[in-house]
């Protein structure tokens, strides 16, 4: 099967700019309820994923030397990112593509110039082969 039947186009997908502020991210997460949203540079090549846990320990970090105001000025590139959400090409066969959501809620699709085309989430899989199963009538 062709991860491409997966894929939620990057027109439909919220991502920030790596130029973004904290401020700016935390809004946008909050405002959509996400734990993670992919970084997008200007020239739409895939940057990474910035997690809750990245803004939390980066606030933590820099408190101690900073008031709260100039925190939420960061930019995210100047955020560790802990946790890497390794990308897929477009052309990568479904075993990979699962090997990788195993570990992410999603998995950033790139294609060959590196440029972002978009996500596949882990819970359209999910829900994929739970129908799957049930269509198939498979007992365990």
């Known amino acids: ?6 894929l939620l186009p990057k027109d ?7 130029e973004s502020t904290v401020r700016q991210a935390l809004e946008k997460m909050k405002h959509h309820r996400f ?5 997008v540079d200007d020239k739409g090549k895939y940057a990474g994923t910035l997690t809750e846990g990245d803004v939390l320990w980066a606030l933590e970090k820099n408190l101690e030397h900073a008031d709260y105001d100039h925190v939420l000025q960061t930019r995210l590139t100047d955020i560790k990112q802990r946790v890497r959400y390794k990308p897929v090409s477009i052309t990568a066969q479904m ?3 699962i090997e990788v959501i195993t570990d992410q809620n999603f998995v950033p699709v790139i294609d060959d110039g590196k440029h972002f085309i978009g996500i596949i989430r882990r ?5 994929y082969f739970a129908k799957k199963v049930a269509r198939e009538n498979v007992k365990y």
């Open 1 to 6: 099967m062709n991860i491409a039947f997966f």
């Open 95 to 97: 075993e990979e593509m």
């Open 35 to 39: 734990t993670s949203v992919p970084l």
């Open 12 to 18: 439909e997908v919220k991502y920030l700019d790596p």
């Open 123 to 127: 819970r359209d899989i999910i829900d």
